[in-house]
């Protein structure tokens, strides 16, 4: 694996898009995030029935499987393998967090690009689960094409992505003006960036 230290901190050197650190410290953060949405939607997946017939052994043949696509320090999949411990989860990553967690027999941690061929996955997984990783794709149709082709016949996609919005100490939307005009603030012109975000 190769690094580049920006600041002190290393990135992922094989990807060009994703521009976020591949540390502990990193990892800290997005262990937060997870335990912050796990409480909002109130538990680590919705829709739960959805998810919990798409890993039923008993209408699987006993071979219920997921991805963590972007699984960072691996707390959901491996979370995901507690919860269901006949299911094999595979949690996909830029960086290898192995040492980051530890993973129950049923859960791998592999080394893997988002943005490139999902072959050996083929019909593979009857959930894939994608949150927080918009930064790091360029091209969102061949992501979900490969989530497609990835998920056996009635399968569940978890895809989180959450938009990021700044308020006043009013609690009011940041309004976005002019860099050259009085009142403009780089956090309301972030708020605009995100509101024309679209997949």
Not at 101 to 111: A, D, H, Q, S, V
Not at 156 to 166: A, E, F, W
Request: charged content about 20%.
């Amino acid at each position: 694996m190769k690094y580049s230290d920006v600041l002190g901190r290393p990135f992922a050197s094989q990807s060009a898009i994703y521009d976020l650190p591949a540390d502990a410290q990193e990892h800290k953060r997005m262990d937060l995030q997870h335990n912050m949405l796990k409480a909002l939607v109130g538990g680590l997946y919705v829709p739960p029935d959805l998810v919990k017939k798409a890993l039923d052994p008993a209408q699987r043949h006993n071979k219920c499987s997921v991805l963590d696509v972007g699984t960072c320090s691996g707390i959901w999949a491996v979370e995901m393998a507690k919860e269901f411990p006949s299911a094999q989860v595979v949690g996909m990553d830029l960086v290898n967090p192995a040492n980051a967690i530890e993973t129950p027999p049923n859960c791998r941690l592999e080394i893997g690009d988002a943005n490139l061929d999902w072959g050996r996955y083929s019909e593979a997984f009857d959930v894939v689960h994608m949150r927080s990783i918009a930064s790091g794709i360029k091209d969102f149709k061949a992501l979900l094409r490969n989530v497609a082709q990835t998920l056996r016949p009635q399968g569940v996609i978890l895809l989180v992505s959450p938009t990021h919005r700044v308020y006043s100490e009013t609690k009011e939307t940041l309004e976005y003006h002019d860099e050259t005009t009085p009142g403009w603030s780089a956090m309301a012109a972030l708020n605009a960036a995100s509101a024309r975000t679209t997949l």
